[in-house]
């Protein structure tokens, strides 16, 4: 069965630091590009970043260039976002996804950050 | 960067067809991509290349995409389709990369 499972969120000051990872399972974890896509409470989806099959390219919305880096393990089967300089409206469920050819199958159920002091 | 517009919201008797849209400049000219997601559940692709269904899905779910405006079609809605329904495609013309559409609700009366 192909699984996402993701880790990592938390509450955080705004300012502060923090790592999501994402295991996968059941697929080869190299064959295939990744995302993570963020849902704000009571908001819809938002693309966050994405990650090619290598790491080798890589790409950010705007509202969280400069900010966040996407990599991921091929060895590990994990796919990683580093959160940094974290601001109140990047409260939200973090998910990622399986990027198949431009859509997004499967995606895992999320790990919620809170951005508040 | 290239926006989605979505009705917030489309009610539909039991039985009966549910249409969701979803405009864009000339996204006839894309492919798109739509995903059912129920309350406290992870984000489902129902539809993707604008009319293809994933494997599990039923046939009920079809989907169309021409000139301005890309349609996902609801056929005998049943009482469990109610969700939150967005599209998506690729915009490969900025940085933005993958756009989502802001949802659509639907409500099977």
């Known amino acids: 069965e192909v699984q996402l499972v993701e880790s990592g969120g938390g509450v955080v000051r705004p300012g502060g630091s923090l790592r999501l990872s994402c295991a996968a399972s059941g697929f080869t974890f190299d064959d295939y590009d990744m995302s993570w896509v963020r849902q704000a409470p009571g908001k819809g989806l938002e693309w966050v970043s994405g990650?090619?099959?290598?790491?080798?390219?890589?790409g950010y919305a705007d509202s969280v260039k400069g900010r966040f880096t996407i990599s991921r393990d091929n060895a590990k089967n994990s796919l990683y976002l580093q959160m940094k300089s974290l601001r109140a409206e990047d409260t939200a469920l973090y998910h990622c996804a399986r990027d198949k050819v431009g859509w997004f199958d499967p995606w895992g159920q999320g790990t919620l950050v809170t951005v508040s002091s | 960067s290239y926006v989605l517009t979505q009705p917030p919201s489309v009610s539909v008797a039991p039985g009966k067809t549910a249409r969701i849209t979803c405009g864009g400049n000339?996204?006839?000219?894309?492919?798109v991509h739509w995903y059912q997601q129920k309350p406290g559940q992870a984000p489902v692709l129902v539809i993707y290349y604008d009319s293809d269904r994933p494997s599990g899905i039923p046939e009920r779910f079809s989907g169309s995409n021409s000139g301005n405006t890309a349609t996902l079609t609801i056929s005998r809605v049943e009482a469990g389709d109610e969700a939150d329904y967005y599209c998506?495609?690729?915009?490969?013309?900025?940085?933005?990369?993958?756009?989502f559409g802001g949802g659509t609700k639907l409500t099977v009366l």
């Open positions: 990650i090619n099959w290598n790491g080798g390219s890589t």
């Open positions: 998506q495609v690729w915009d490969s013309s900025s940085d933005h990369h993958w756009v």
């Open positions: 000339n996204i006839g000219s894309k492919s």
